[in-house]
């Protein structure tokens, strides 16, 4: 409490001081200027006086200096000291220092110093001492000059009485004056002080029963200020505070119904990590056991080996003791297959490892004997004791590698045979779409031929003959005979006859030229295809379509397969034609027997060629025949995998690779079983497709 009161005279002492201490300063630098200004107008006042009484002087004295009568100037000079008090002396000094010296006492005549006639001739006053005179007094010097004759100067001495008493008046008076105004200033600065701080020193007693716990209290300031504003503010502080407050009060109350309910949980949570801890030893010795007896090479490292099983020292041909603290480098050759330095490759893989990125590669090893072995590695980043780890597990797959070389050795055969029994399925089309042409050659050769022997042209001959026998009577035969008169229109129905069967013939003949013609085309197409495999040409994608379809004409001819063309985009596409051909009438022919499987009369092929996103052209074959199960969705392309007797099962698979070769996809979609299905060939539209 006692604090409070000395903060609150503080206070208002700090501000009362500090406006009075600006009042004192103003009066002292009052004082300051405006004493020496009235020092300065009394000494000038002395200055012209003295300067009056020099010039009354010098008058008188240059009439003396004519007449040479120097007792006018000692009298009138008498007369003027005698008749002023203020008049200490006056001193008349000619230049080769003769001096007349008047004073109340009497004059005198008599040589003073040099001081007395300056070398300087201006007129110059000051207070001081005179030596002479033994005197303190206000002298004043004024050159005497006639008729162009420096002839001597004119001193006068005037008494400092007036003067000091004059200063010592002002002295006194400002020395009052400044005193009543300091009074007056602190206590209006006193007054003034408390009626500022009132208003603070309410505020603070609120702040101060906000602090002893009233949170209730509110500032009540009405002053019209920053101060009334400050209040404001206070108070809205103040109801946040309250209100905060007793959040917190309910918050306390939940936060302690939740440290119980904690601490009831961390027992239960300090009986499990007991449990746990017990769990984690017999795991830890579980994972040692694992360790050392995994089935394959298990090792800790950071850049060197730290620890590993007895699978990595048989990896390495080793033992343990010439692993740990050695580097993977040391159990490689110099390079890797792909020409990669092993210590840097190794470094590389380390580092992606430890930076969070797992790792799974191959890499060739050197054992210590100096044999190589392929592995599979894998790299993982761990925690081991606080300290980052990589976990690296191993498996010899030379083998493994071994075999994959000779499957991919198989897997190229079976393309050649692949791409070969495409070319048979091909040449089988041509074959027996040349045979079924060949059967309308055949049937047209045999019509040819019997009206070529069916034909009345013999009848011709006998009417020849007929004629010949009568030519020597030839107009009586024809008018009179009756044979002779039929003759004419049998003639006549001759001629209409070989004219209806040479028109047969004609026909029957076009036809022939016609089909030797379309032999001519499939033969044609065929040698097309098979010089241009493997070369990538820009071609129109229904061209290659209606191709397909014209190599599989006569088998979906014959098994009454209807054909619906759909293309609502023709673009032009760069394609290895033979093996798009390929794919397209094998899903044609896939398409074909699943038509005919499904015993339908309605037999349904569809050929859809449409763009997407301008990125890709797609070739959709859609039939209508026994669809295809679910399940057999996911494998439909898998080598191998066929649903026919008679089929091989890589038809399909290879289509999906050669697709893929060129940059595009083969899907197959089905609603199930007797729904039909739609195959759909992917190709992009661009080159650059075909580069990825």
Not at 271 to 280: D, F, I, T, W
Not at 338 to 364: C, M, N, T, V
Request: proline share 3%; net charge negative.
């Amino acid at each position: 409490m006692n604090n409070t009161k000395t903060r609150r005279f503080g206070i208002t002492l700090k501000i009362a001081m500090l406006a009075w201490l600006i009042t004192f300063v103003t009066m002292s630098i009052f004082v300051v200027v405006i004493i020496p200004q009235q020092k300065r107008t009394f000494l000038e006042n002395l200055e012209s006086k003295a300067n009056g009484v020099a010039v009354s002087i010098r008058d008188v004295a240059a009439g003396a200096v004519v007449n040479e009568d120097y007792g006018t100037l000692v009298e009138h000079c008498m007369q003027i000291v005698k008749g002023d008090k203020s008049i200490e002396y006056l001193v008349i000094t000619k230049n080769n220092g003769e001096s007349w010296i008047h004073e109340k006492s009497g004059w005198r005549c008599s040589p003073l110093p040099d001081q007395w006639h300056s070398t300087t001739r201006a007129p110059s006053g000051g207070i001081s001492v005179v030596s002479e005179f033994h005197r303190r007094v206000f002298h004043y010097s004024q050159p005497f000059d006639y008729s162009g004759i420096q002839w001597g100067w004119v001193h006068v001495g005037l008494s400092l009485e007036t003067y000091d008493h004059s200063v010592a008046t002002v002295y006194r008076r400002t020395g009052i004056l400044a005193l009543i105004c300091i009074l007056l200033s602190l206590l209006a600065s006193v007054l003034y002080t408390r009626l500022l701080v009132r208003p603070i020193l309410t505020l603070q007693s609120v702040v101060r029963r906000i602090a002893s716990g009233d949170l209730s209290a509110r500032a009540v300031i009405h002053t019209g200020d920053e101060v009334e504003l400050l209040a404001n503010s206070f108070n809205a502080m103040a109801g946040s505070l309250q209100q905060s407050h007793a959040e917190v009060l309910n918050y306390q109350q939940t936060l302690e119904q939740r440290v119980k309910d904690r601490t009831i949980e961390l027992e239960k949570e300090i009986a499990e990590r007991k449990q746990a801890e017990g769990a984690l030893r017999d795991s830890e010795a579980r994972y040692r056991t694992l360790f050392d007896n995994a089935a394959e090479a298990v090792w800790l490292m950071t850049d060197v080996f730290l620890d590993c099983n007895e699978m990595a020292c048989t990896l390495w041909a080793c033992n343990r003791e010439d692993i740990i603290g050695h580097t993977p480098a040391e159990f490689s050759p110099p390079t890797q297959p792909d020409g990669k330095d092993s210590a840097q490759a190794a470094k590389e893989r380390i580092d992606a490892a430890l930076g969070g990125h797992p790792q799974l590669f191959y890499w060739l090893h050197k054992r210590k004997d100096g044999t190589l072995v392929d592995a599979e590695i894998s790299l993982t980043d761990v925690t081991v004791g606080g300290q980052r780890l990589l976990l690296a597990m191993g498996r010899d797959i030379t083998e493994r590698k071994r075999a994959q070389t000779q499957v991919e050795d198989l897997h190229r055969q079976l393309l050649d045979i692949s791409r070969e029994a495409g070319m048979a399925e091909v040449a089988t089309n041509v074959l027996h779409n040349v045979g079924n042409v060949l059967n309308s050659v055949n049937v047209s050769t045999a019509l040819v031929s019997k009206k070529i022997r069916e034909s009345r042209v013999s009848s011709l001959a006998k009417v020849v003959a007929l004629m010949r026998a009568h030519q020597n009577d030839l107009p009586a035969f024809l008018t009179q005979d009756p044979n002779g008169m039929e003759l004419c229109d049998y003639l006549d129905n001759l001629a209409q006859y070989l004219s209806k069967e040479q028109t047969g013939i004609l026909t029957e003949i076009e036809s022939l030229n016609a089909n030797i013609e379309h032999i001519k085309e499939i033969v044609t197409m065929q040698q097309g295809y098979a010089r241009a495999y493997g070369i990538v040409e820009t071609l129109p994608i229904v061209d290659l379509v209606e191709d397909t379809l014209r190599l599989n004409a006569g088998a979906l001819a014959r098994h009454q397969v209807q054909v619906i063309r759909d293309y609502t985009a023709t673009p032009s596409v760069p394609v290895d034609k033979h093996k798009v051909l390929q794919i397209l009438i094998n899903l044609v022919r896939n398409a074909k027997y699943a038509l005919d499987e499904s015993g339908r009369k309605d037999k349904l092929l569809t050929i859809r060629v449409a763009t997407d996103h301008d990125d890709f052209v797609g070739i959709s074959v859609i039939d209508n025949g026994v669809g295809i199960p679910p399940e057999n969705l996911t494998r439909i392309f898998a080598h191998g995998f066929t649903t026919r007797k008679d089929g091989h099962g890589f038809g399909l698979h290879s289509g999906a690779v050669a697709v893929k070769e060129m940059g595009g996809s083969l899907s197959v979609h089905s609603d199930g079983p007797g729904q039909g299905a739609a195959f759909t060939l992917s190709l992009p539209l661009h080159q650059k497709h075909e580069a990825l």
